[in-house]
T-cell receptor, first 114, second 111 residues
Framework: DADVTQTPRNRITKTGKRIMLECSQT?????MYWYRQDPGLGLRLIYY???????NKGEISDGYSVSRQAQAKFSLSLESAIPNQTALYFC?????????????FGPGTRLLVL | GQNIDQPTEMTATEGAIVQINCTYQ??????LFWYQQHAGEAPTFLSY????GLEEKGRFSSFLSRSKGYSYLLLKELQMKDSASYLC????????????FGPGTRLSVLP
């Protein structure tokens, strides 16, 4: 399975602060994603990247930015955090082989914005 | 728009069979995924369907009907550890560039 890691695992910050969430993977997957999960709303896609030079907005990109520094690294930034960005954030990678696609999730980052 | 519907909660008995339904309306379709997620943990991949029909993996099976915008996840021989949320997701968009998740179905397995 893909080894997808996220740092930090938990973060408390204040309104207006800039923070960065890091994601790394060791399996060489080209496709990477950032999601947030809120109770009752399911997972929502923030940004995705199909390659190092490819960055695309997802459903809820406002207030977020990303950087794909290398194939293995995909970072999510909150330029000026606000309380409604309090959520559980997941990074994921995916790979297609023989017509099958599999998506692997990192362990998640719990973010609290005060 | 994109919309995926699942029942919010289901309850079943250990050893039984349960079917979790998912209906979707998306712009474009490039595959449907099922994930299991235990509380506070990351989702884990269960199955992928891109063609109509049934895919079986041990105790878990997933069915897809693209013409009806419908899928189900079938769990057999339920175990207590199967208590979790089950997420249905569709790869949508003209180029399959977007993942859309349903709200998840919380399954409780009772002894």
């Amino acid at each position: 399975d893909a080894d997808v890691t996220q740092t930090p695992r938990n973060r408390i910050t204040k309104t207006g602060k800039r923070i960065m969430l890091e994601c790394s993977q060791t399996k060489g997957h080209d496709r990477m994603y950032w999601y947030r999960q809120d109770p009752g709303l399911g997972l929502r896609l923030i940004y995705y990247s199909f390659d190092v030079k490819d960055i695309n907005k997802g459903e809820i990109s406002d207030g977020y930015s990303v950087s794909r520094q290398a194939q293995a690294k995909f970072s999510l930034s909150l330029e000026s955090a606000i309380p409604n960005q309090t959520a559980l954030y997941f990074c994921a990678t995916s790979v297609r082989t023989s017509g099958q696609e599999t998506q692997y999730f990192g362990p998640g980052t719990r973010l609290l914005v005060l | 728009g994109q919309n995926i519907d699942q029942p919010t909660e289901m309850t079943a008995t250990e050893g039984a069979i349960v079917q979790i339904n998912c209906t979707y309306q998306t712009s474009g379709f490039n595959g449907l995924f099922w994930y299991q997620q235990h509380a506070g943990e990351a989702p884990t991949f269960l199955s992928y369907n891109v063609l109509d029909g049934l895919e079986e993996k041990g105790r878990f099976s997933s069915f897809l009907s693209r013409s009806k915008g419908y899928s189900y996840l079938l769990l057999k021989e339920l175990q207590m550890k199967d208590s979790a949320s089950y997420l249905c997701a569709v790869r949508a968009g003209n180029y399959g560039q977007n993942f859309v998740f349903g709200p998840g179905t919380r399954l409780s397995v009772l002894p």
